[in-house]
């Protein structure tokens, strides 16, 4: 038999329904196929028929027209699209329609040729089936039944991955590989998500999405939403936020709305965004007189309550009683994204949600309770829900982080279960303190698949939304996000520690897909472990000047973690086609080029500072090093605006460096640097330092890593599981399944770790845990030590999230450990002696990280480990 295609499954394994990495697909071969009984859905380079009914809805319609331009992106001719009647279908055919919707399906199930009962009422749920001889002069056909429309939609996506189109294709510019044959094996595969609604939030877009939108496509408008819908409907999510800071999305461009709909986006606002008005309008319409006044519910609630009304109008304007869908935000925020009241106006805020759910009921002309709303519990409105506010049973609840990553609240997973359930907005971009961070993807993978499986494991499955900034260059973690939320069951732990490299043999092809996914976790454990609007010169500690030359400290490692990253994906880039390198630099060249870069220019900085303080005129090298990395940093971003074209002219034109406040610079600025005495070009060279090794650690350290137990208990119902490159350095420990109550030391859920200190004296074990919240409101969480059997000494993890400045003790210490991504907490041990003892960690609260551990019988260990 000729070499052929067999449509792999989504985690690259060999049976169609297998799910082993949701959501990633490659081609893969298989000489076992056998093509007497497979789907050709591409043979010897012409693609199978694609058919929809005619008045099919108008989403089925426009996916099965994208399906059509993706097989023709892959056998490079398109094939031929059919909105009509089945009857006028020869040949080799790929079905798409929603059950009840779709006479051919129907008649189909009628026969019974596909089984389709366990669809019935699904949300979202699809089958994707080959069936022989369906109709006359059809021999074979692939049908895709959808549950409903975006069941439909997802189930032709998905295919569209399998056969090698990425998500990316347009939003990265992924290429698509040729194929001459792919074959379909027999057989069904069904599927659905797990959490209702997934998607996310396109905020803080300026300067770049916006600067970027206005010169590709004349603004933010329907032009540029079709392709974030395409995005998102391809990563099986469903649920948008659109970008607000100076816009509008419905009032912007009417025809925005319509397209989402059309599509099949389920639309909301953000989090202070009530009643599907963006808070652009109250201010946009002021001389119209359709808004005025203060933004003051006590003060101005007729007002208020017209302009809300207005956004339900327009929901329902769709046509014959039917609205165009959505999830409506209740409750109040402040004007400007800020608190509504000075303290916790809990009656005043059950007031305004009763006001607009009875402002939707008399718009729908129906109950309430039939239109989906959502109410966030966004910073201060936490305090609301902690205070008791009562929220009608059907109105999801939607949870928050602390804007850096750490979950603030979950409910009890022992909690009667709500109507409206419960849902989590996500942070991977965010304006306000300690620190902007909106330049670049900084988040690990591992971080976020922790705190979402968490949440899951406390039943949060009705939202899942992630606040993204300006979509790139956040295209790997959102991809991971999406994935997760589709079906957070099948990410297991394995699933994560494979998804690197799925992604990048999904992406780039399976030759280098090994190298690349190891550089992307290297890259996103590096940026993740300060993000980079936190660094400057004094960031991290030197070594300081020797007589036998200059020792980098902590400093200098980084630096060289980064040059090494650098060099790799400098000689993967030489391996890649020509095709490729357009992909490659935007989800790996760039962000690993301009770290490394930003990394040399505050490492310079603060050579040269130290250096010229002592009059050294080695300082001069730096400045040369300094000079040259700001002018680099330029060069980078102007790369990235040419790419394609200039098609993404402007979406790198955040600030980035030479912060001061926790708000952005105006512009991007060098840091001053000093020169010391002659200063040519020949003295400079003459001039470049010698730098010496770093000093191993001192007797009476030891360090280990979390991963490295040398045995591991497990107990009720628990399992000490290993999470790679989960936090700063190794990875993770953490007890699965989470959501678990606390546990006792009688319980024994530990880990033992085997050390040898090298020298006598009262120690102190420092563990360094990954930055968390306690979930339960009671304010800490807890961890326990010991020392060869000794008694359990309780530390207590205490972090009080902010958004401003720090306030209090309690603020700091939680600034600090975002800042840094870590959490030390320091336990005396008493005197030990030379020699081994065995340290042991007890797990007794949940949604506790273990990092690392090091025991230390002297004083100088904090400076030898620095932050890492």
Not at 30 to 40: E, H, N, W
Not at 65 to 93: N, W
Not at 506 to 528: D, H, K, L, N, V
Request: proline share 5%; net charge neutral; glycine share 10%.
């Amino acid at each position: 038999m000729s070499r052929r295609t067999l449509l792999a499954s989504a985690g690259l394994g060999a049976a169609i329904g297998a799910l082993a990495t949701p959501a990633l697909a490659t081609p893969a071969l298989k000489s076992a196929v056998d093509p007497r009984t497979a789907f050709p859905l591409i043979g010897n380079g012409t693609a199978a028929t694609v058919f929809v009914d005619a008045g099919a809805d108008s989403a089925v319609r426009r996916v099965a027209a994208s399906f059509a331009d993706d097989l023709g992106r892959v056998c490079g001719t398109r094939p031929t699209l059919i909105e009509g009647h089945i009857a006028d279908v020869r040949g080799p055919v790929v079905v798409i329609g929603v059950l009840g919707q779709s006479a051919t399906i129907d008649q189909l199930v009628r026969a019974g040729r596909i089984q389709a009962a366990d669809l019935h009422g699904e949300w979202e749920a699809f089958r994707q089936i080959v069936v022989d001889n369906p109709l006359p002069g059809v021999e074979r056909a692939l049908v895709i039944v959808g549950a409903d429309r975006r069941g439909a939609v997802f189930g032709t996506y998905d295919l569209s991955q399998r056969i090698g189109v990425s998500p990316w294709h347009w939003f990265a510019d992924v290429p698509v590989r040729r194929q001459r044959d792919i074959l379909i094996p027999a057989g069904s595969r069904r599927d659905q998500p797990k959490v209702k609604y997934r998607g996310f939030f396109i905020n803080d877009e300026d300067p770049c999405l916006s600067g970027w939108a206005i010169k590709k496509f004349g603004g933010v408008n329907s032009a540029m939403y079709a392709h974030v819908f395409e995005l998102l409907l391809r990563m099986k999510g469903n649920y948008l936020w659109p970008a607000m800071w100076g816009k509008a999305f419905a009032d912007d461009d009417p025809a925005s709305m319509v397209l989402a709909d059309a599509m099949g986006v389920v639309m909301g606002n953000s989090h202070h965004e009530p009643m599907l008005r963006a808070q652009e309008e109250w201010h946009r319409h002021q001389d119209q007189g359709i808004t005025g006044g203060a933004w003051d519910y006590t003060k101005n609630g007729d007002h208020l309550r017209a302009f809300w009304r207005g956004g339900i109008e327009r929901m329902m304007s769709k046509g014959d009683g039917k609205a165009y869908e959505s999830v409506v935000t209740v409750g109040m925020r402040g004007d400007g994204d800020q608190a509504m009241a000075e303290g916790t106006a809990t009656g005043l805020l059950e007031q305004v949600v009763t006001d607009q759910r009875r402002i939707i009921a008399d718009v729908t002309g129906k109950p309430a309770s039939e239109t989906p709303q959502v109410w966030a519990l966004y910073k201060e409105v936490q305090d609301y829900y902690d205070h008791g506010m009562k929220v009608p049973d059907d109105v999801t609840l939607l949870f928050s982080d602390d804007n850096w990553g750490q979950l603030r609240r979950l409910p009890d997973p022992a909690a009667p279960p709500r109507k409206g359930g419960y849902g989590i907005y996500y942070h991977f971009d965010y304006v306000g303190g300690p620190r902007n961070y909106k330049w670049i993807n900084t988040n690990q993978i591992e971080k976020v698949w922790q705190q979402m499986d968490l949440a899951y494991q406390h039943n949060v499955r009705t939202i899942w939304i992630v606040n993204v900034g300006d979509i790139k260059p956040m295209e790997y973690p959102l991809g991971f996000f999406l994935a997760q939320a589709w079906d957070p069951e099948a990410m297991t732990p394995e699933a994560l520690a494979d998804y690197p490299r799925a992604w990048a043999a999904a992406t780039f092809g399976p030759e280098q897909a090994g190298s690349i996914g190891e550089m992307i976790t290297a890259y996103s454990q590096y940026t993740a472990r300060r993000k980079p609007e936190l660094i400057d010169q004094s960031s991290f500690r030197l070594g300081g000047v020797t007589p036998a030359g200059l020792d980098g400290g902590e400093f200098g490692m980084m630096v060289a973690a980064w040059d090494t990253l650098e060099a790799r994906m400098t000689a993967v880039r030489a391996r890649l086609s020509a095709d490729q390198h357009d992909a490659y630099y935007q989800l790996i060249e760039y962000p690993i080029a301009a770290m490394a870069n930003l990394y040399r220019l505050y490492y310079g900085t603060a050579w040269n500072r130290l250096l010229a303080s002592k009059n050294d005129a080695r300082a001069n090298y730096f400045a040369d090093m300094v000079e040259t990395a700001f002018r680099r940093d330029g060069e980078l971003v102007q790369r990235y605006h040419s790419i394609n074209g200039g098609k993404w002219d402007g979406m790198m034109a955040q600030v980035h460096m030479s912060y001061v406040i926790w708000n952005d610079p105006t512009q991007q600025t060098m840091p001053s640097i000093m020169r010391v005495g002659a200063d040519t070009p020949n003295d400079r060279r003459r001039l470049k330092p010698k730098f010496v090794d770093r000093a191993g650690a001192p007797p009476g350290v030891v360090a280990r890593e979390a991963t490295a137990f040398s045995r591991a208990h497990d107990g009720k119902g628990l399992r000490w599981t290993p999470i790679a490159d989960l936090g700063r350095t190794g990875g993770g420990m953490i007890a699965l399944p989470q959501g678990r109550a606390a546990t006792t030391q009688d319980d024994a859920v530990h880990l033992d770790y085997d050390m040898v200190i090298q020298k006598a004296g009262p120690a102190t074990l420092t563990l360094y845990l990954a930055p968390t919240l306690d979930t339960t409101g009671r304010g800490t969480s807890r961890i326990g030590v010991s020392i060869d059997n000794g008694p359990v000494q309780v530390l207590q993890v205490s972090l009080e999230p902010t958004g401003g400045e720090h306030s209090s003790a309690a603020t700091k210490r939680w600034a600090d450990a975002v800042c840094d991504n870590v959490v030390r907490l320091p336990a005396q041990l008493g005197a030990i002696s030379a020699g081994r003892h065995t340290v042991s960690v007890w797990r007794l609260d949940d949604n506790v990280v273990l990092q690392k551990l090091v025991l230390a019988t002297v004083a100088e260990a904090e400076s030898y480990l620095g932050a890492v």
